[in-house]
C-alpha cells in the first residue's frame, strides 16, 4: 500500500467521551480526511442521538472532505447565497463560509462578528434542518464561543404550569430577522410580533429517531403564540425562554483549529459569543437537509 492512499477508518478506534454537561461528546479515534466505515458512521450517529453534539478535535478537511462526511447523514441543503447573489464558494453551492473577515471591503462569509443570540437554524421556515457541522480553520485567541441547550432537558425540567400551559400551543416564527439581530433583505421591519412573516410550528416536538420531546422555541426576538394576545403570548414567551437560558443548562464550545462539531438542530438550542473585530476568524459550515418538526 502507498503511503498516500485512503484508510478506512473503522469502528475499532473510534470512542466516545461525554462532556458531563446535557449535551457534548468528543469523538476520538477517527480521522475524517478519510474514508470512514459503515460501521464507525453507525457509532458516531447513535453518540450523536444521545449526546446532540460531537466534537471532533485535530482535524484537517478540505471542502471535499468536509462535504462527503456530512453527506454520510443525510442529503445537504445548498448554502443561502450570499451579498452578491452567488454561492460563498465558487464550485461550493452546500458550503456556507462563516468570517468575520473582509478583503477588498466586502465580506468573505456571513454572521461577522457580533452576537448571535440563542436559537434554532432556520426555525422561520416550514422545512427546518436535521443538523448542521461546522469547522474551523482560523479561530479566535478569545471570545466566538459557541453555547448549547438540550432543549430535551429544557422540556423535562419546566414547571409543572409551564409545562401545561405550554402544551398544544404553536409558536410563529419571525423570517424578518437573523439571529446577529439584522434585517434580512426584502423584509420590513415588524413591530408587531403578531403579524410578522414565519413559518408555524408545535412550541413541544417530538424528535423523529429518538421519540423525546423538546421544546421547540426557535428565537426570542418577534416570537409569537399563535391565538394569544400579544401582552399574554410575550409573558409565556419570556417565561419559557427564562427557563431555557439558565446559565446551568448550557454547554460551551472553546474553538481550537481543526475542530468539527456538529448539531441535531431538532433538539439542541445554540449561540455564539462576540468577539474582538480585530481577530480574524474563518469556518466552513454544511447543513443537513431536514423535515417538517411535528408534536
Known amino acids: 500500500m502507498s503511503a498516500t492512499a485512503p484508510v478506512l477508518q473503522s469502528a475499532i478506534n473510534v470512542q466516545v467521551i461525554p462532556t458531563g454537561a446535557a449535551v457534548g461528546a468528543d469523538i476520538v479515534g477517527v480521522d475524517l480526511s478519510q474514508p470512514v466505515s459503515d460501521e464507525a458512521i453507525r457509532i458516531i450517529h447513535d453518540a450523536w442521538m444521545q449526546h446532540l453534539v460531537l466534537r471532533f478535535r485535530g482535524q484537517t478537511l478540505t471542502k471535499d472532505h468536509l462535504l462527503e462526511f456530512s453527506r454520510r447523514f443525510g442529503d445537504l441543503d445548498k448554502a443561502p447565497i450570499n451579498t452578491l447573489g452567488k454561492p460563498w464558494i465558487d464550485g461550493y453551492p452546500d458550503i456556507t463560509v462563516m468570517s468575520n473577515i473582509k478583503v477588498d471591503g466586502a465580506p468573505i462569509g456571513g454572521l461577522g462578528y457580533g452576537e448571535a443570540v440563542w436559537h434554532t437554524d432556520m426555525s422561520y421556515q416550514e422545512v427546518t434542518p436535521t443538523g448542521a457541522l461546522l469547522y474551523g480553520i482560523e479561530v479566535t485567541k478569545e471570545g466566538g464561543e459557541t453555547g448549547f441547550l438540550s432543549m430535551y432537558q429544557v422540556y ?140
Open 156 to 295: 423535562d425540567t419546566l414547571p409543572a404550569d409551564l409545562k401545561a400551559a405550554v402544551e398544544g400551543k404553536m409558536i410563529k416564527h419571525d423570517a424578518s430577522y437573523n439571529s446577529a439581530g439584522d434585517l434580512r433583505k426584502g423584509f420590513e421591519p415588524v413591530t408587531d410580533p403578531s403579524k410578522a412573516p414565519g413559518a408555524i410550528h408545535p412550541a413541544v416536538i417530538r424528535h423523529p429517531v429518538t421519540g423525546r420531546k423538546a421544546l421547540f422555541l426557535g428565537r426570542r426576538p418577534n416570537g409569537y403564540i399563535m391565538g394569544m394576545p400579544l401582552a399574554e403570548s410575550e409573558a409565556l414567551l419570556d417565561r419559557l425562554w427564562a427557563h431555557s437560558t439558565q446559565p446551568h443548562l448550557a454547554w460551551y464550545q472553546v474553538w481550537k483549529v481543526g475542530d468539527l462539531l456538529m448539531w441535531d438542530n431538532r433538539c439542541a438550542m445554540h449561540r455564539r459569543n462576540a468577539f474582538d473585530p480585530n481577530e480574524r476568524r474563518y469556518m466552513l459550515r454544511t447543513q443537513i437537509r431536514g423535515s417538517r418538526p411535528s408534536a
